[in-house]
């Protein structure tokens, strides 16, 4: 729900860090299907940002996809930095959101378990603030100019760090 392009954290990201970039997201879709991960692991990239498990219909389907997608890109990739974003918390459905986070913070620490030194962790819990939590999304969901800024701002170190290694 950005006002424009540009103001998305994605757009935000690329132009403070000088670098082009790829969005997979299709809107109400991206839900972590195989055939994409196929398609995107022989994509040139610097890094890979994993977030889709707010597109996940539910907390099953992110289990039964987030896994085996991050082994489809790693395999072909085994160097490639790899940051697993959770969505930024709003204020609804504090359950389903935690289950979703657990998730994708089981696969981060399952990688990590098997050695992988180049993946990376964003837990999107916090990402919004504290204060004036409400004008960052339109609908506890969808981010504002003001939500993405805040979004691009708490992953910006992870980003650069993932590159710098």
Not at 81 to 110: F, N
Request: with cysteine; aromatic share 10%; charged share 30%.
């Amino acid at each position: 729900a950005a006002s424009r392009v540009g103001n998305s954290y994605i757009s935000l990201l690329s132009r403070w860090l000088d670098m082009d970039y790829i969005n997979y997201g299709f809107p109400g879709n991206a839900r972590g299907e195989l055939a994409v991960a196929e398609y995107i692991k022989n994509i040139d990239m610097s890094v890979f940002v994993y977030d889709y498990d707010h597109n996940a219909e539910t907390p099953e389907d992110l289990q039964r996809t987030h896994k085996p997608f991050f082994d489809v890109i790693r395999k072909q990739n085994p160097n490639l930095p790899i940051i697993m974003m959770t969505r930024p918390c709003g204020d609804s459905d504090i359950e389903d959101m935690e289950k979703r986070r657990r998730i994708v913070l089981d696969t981060y620490e399952g990688a990590l378990a098997a050695g992988d030194k180049n993946v990376y962790f964003v837990d999107g819990k916090e990402m919004l603030g504290t204060d004036e939590r409400h004008a960052c999304t339109i609908d506890l969901i969808h981010p504002t100019d003001l939500g993405f800024m805040r979004m691009a701002k708490y992953v910006l170190p992870t980003l650069k760090k993932a590159l710098e290694e």
